[in-house]
């Protein structure tokens, strides 16, 4: 007799669907702990590394970089909002020229690391740039004494290069929240009498706050976690004083005392973007095809260029300026496409995000089919831990992964020294070990996501299924769900690939002496003001970063 569905449910809910429950709980706790060791390392260093440093820290070190950092993600987090806001808002419920080709091209910033979009800004606007040529050009002006011209190196110039590439973070969540959400409601509003800006402040910006919150929070912490931007730019922030004072002060202690005020801030906003997921669901219920088949206002005379121009201005200042500028001087440099030094660190980026891909997906995997079996307490909070990587700023991140590795290296060496008399240097605190490790704790959530996404798209009715025709869990594992499940673990090895290529605020504090990859050699070039030198390399990073763009764009572009 076979077994009835009820009974079957019943099995399933007891035996899990794969790994046997204890064995995979034991394997998220592992990786849980992974993200968690970097963490409890900084926070043991700071405690037990002495205070020498601390009355310095304190009087003038800390207060600055704090109101720099709290000015800094404040401006950006406002000016991100009105870009995001107002664009999302355009596209989705507004009809004018060149609506669809914006709504995908939006997005294009995403592809453009905010250290990247800084050296071009920077040699767009500095006084030897086109900008401030045609000024002295146009007016008769011969030195800069002879005219008022903002400096690019500044908080304000931080503000406009982190708010033009980090903007699509508010500008794709408030644009599916507007589509899938608010236009019904939009629509029976105006059919009371309401009009277009009396509908947006009073029904669609009220909706849209829980996707304006997460938006905000990923954005503050893409600011916390630059660091190529802010000191090219001159801002002093909480995270270019943990550069600083590890490796110019040479305190490591006195960093991890830093990096412990950033992780208040961390934490803070990851409480604030869960706070903003819970209170997400307050709509109405629609489906989706008869949201999208509500018309968008048409906008008629100076209202439609008006839009076409402020949704324009965005992409041309997050990806056009920094696109061409770096791609023209690319142009002139094809001659280092070939050039020793870029092919090593071509090399070693493609290594580097390589491994932190294999290494995450592995990881990822594991958490996410944890909370497909079934759900536990350990599952739960191995999956919350995991997840705290990513909020966590680079430079933090390097400080809690060298001083466990440095420690671990130490003790092999001195017992091979003791036991054999050989000595085995620093194995994964002076190699690119370090480099994987802290990248893969940051990009682990991104991984997991994408994993755990593709996994929700399968039923669980297919691993009921191959259990009661007799397969054992590993076999349905094997042969039923990684196959399906293949196009989500090749893009999640994609998105954390690219996301590693990109890095920089880990990679220039724990590579290796003579080691460079792409985004660590641009950073020396443009640190000597050898941007144009620079360029090839960042093109490299561009193009590489453009993939998962486009397949954002397109999706979008399928969409109305």
Known sequence: MYPTSKSLRRRYARSGTGLHHPLLATWAGLASAIVLMPILA???????????????????????????????????????????????????????????FL???????LAIPAYLSAYAFGELLTFTGPVQGLVRALFGFQTSRDYWFPDIRSLGGAVLVLSSVLY???????????????????????????GPLKVFFRIQLPMARPAIMIGLTLVAMETLND?????FLGVQTLTFSIFDTWLNRGSLAGAAQIACIMLVFVIALMMVERAARRRQRFSSQKTTAAVHDIARLPLSGWKKWAATAACMLPTLSGFAVPFFILGNYAMKRLDLFVEPRLLSALLHSIIVSSLTALASVLLGFVLAYAARTGRSRVT???????????????????????????????AVDAELRSLFGISTGLLMSGTGFAIVYACTVRFLTMAEGTLEAGFQKLSPHLDMAARALGRTSGQ???????????PAVLTAALLVFIETMKEL????????????TLATLVYEDASRAKVEDASVAAMIIVIAGMIPVVLVSRSLERRP
């Open 42 to 100: 900084i926070a043991w260093l700071a405690v037990s590394g002495g205070s020498a440093d601390w009355p310095h820290l304190v009087e003038n070190v800390i207060p600055r970089a704090t109101g720099r950092t709290l000015l800094l993600v404040t401006l950006t987090g406002a000016a991100t909002a009105v870009i995001g806001i107002l664009t999302a808002w355009l596209v989705a419920t507004c009809e004018f020229p060149l609506r669809r």
């Open 103 to 109: 709504s995908a091209a939006l997005v294009l910033p």
């Open 168 to 194: 699509p973070y508010i500008y794709l969540a408030c644009r599916s929240m507007f589509l899938m959400q608010g236009r019904a409601a939009a629509d029976v509003a105006r059919t009371l009498g309401a």
């Open 227 to 231: 660091i190529g931007a802010v000191e």
């Open 380 to 410: 739960d909070v191995a999956g919350r831990l995991a997840s705290f990587g990513y909020g966590v700023p680079g430079t933090v991140l390097a400080i809690g992964v060298l001083f466990p590795l440095a420690a671990l290296d130490n």
């Open 476 to 486: 349905t594992l094997r042969s039923v769900l990684l196959p399906m499940m293949r």
């Open 505 to 516: 605020s880990a990679t220039i504090m724990l590579r290796p002496f003579n080691f460079n």
